[in-house]
T-cell receptor, first 115, second 112 residues
């Protein structure tokens, strides 16, 4: 049973380009969470999605960032017109359901570097 | 609002010493979960433990032990007889409804 998959593991973009980060949840999991870890900091919640729905995006920057979790395929975190401050590790986690005690399983992260 | 504070930014000890990592949290939820994660130099997040707010029993797993005290809103983590492989950044986290709130992390260095 494969764990949470994220790709790419490393992504380099120049300022102004777009970054697309993908997350495939564990089999049977329909809830996905994205977290961002800036250098030398803890992880910060960005967005929580269920299939085809954004449930909580309170941690998402208001501009340039968007997320989706379509009925088929991985969840995508999209960053348009990247800036150097977007350089960070982006972690995805998945869980099977809503109950508070459902564990969130983390992927290995995508490290984005903006030149 | 929920908050997790790890006051120790960095700790450095010599191998075989015991070390305790502090974690203090704030929440208004009556039901919540506390976690510890390890982030080794390779960067992935390794789950260590989960504790729910109704279970104040201390837990021991090998060289690791956790002390949950609701009265002081603390969930401290002790490594006994530390080893070089324990060197990592350790995060304490709190979850109420859904999202995890992480502390800033404690960078632990175990010197041979």
């Amino acid at each position: 049973n494969a764990g949470v998959m994220q790709n790419p593991r490393h992504l380099v973009r120049r300022r102004g380009q777009e970054a697309r980060l993908r997350c495939s949840p564990m089999k049977g999991h329909s809830h996905v969470y994205w977290y961002r870890q800036l250098p030398e900091e803890g992880l910060k919640f960005m967005v929580y999605l269920q299939k085809e729905n954004i449930i909580d995006e309170s941690g998402m920057p208001k501009e340039r960032f968007s997320a989706e979790f379509p009925k088929e395929g991985p969840s995508i975190l999209r960053i348009q017109q990247v800036v150097r401050g977007d350089s960070a590790a982006y972690f995805c986690a998945s869980s099977p359901g809503l109950a508070p005690n459902n564990e969130q399983f983390f992927g290995p992260g995508t490290r984005l570097t903006v030149l | 609002a929920q908050k997790v504070t790890q006051a120790q930014t960095e700790i450095s000890v010599v191998e075989k010493e015991d070390v305790t990592l502090d974690c203090v949290y704030e929440t208004r939820d009556t039901t919540y979960y506390l976690f510890w994660y390890k982030q080794p130099p390779s960067g992935e997040l390794v789950f260590l433990i989960r504790r729910n707010s109704f279970d104040e029993q201390n837990e021991i797993s090998g060289r690791y032990s956790w002390n949950f005290q609701k009265s002081t809103s603390s969930f401290n983590f002790t490594i006994t007889a530390s080893q070089v492989v324990d060197s990592a950044v350790y995060f304490c986290a709190l979850r109420g409804a859904q999202k995890l709130v992480f502390g800033q992390g404690t960078r632990l260095t175990i010197n041979p």
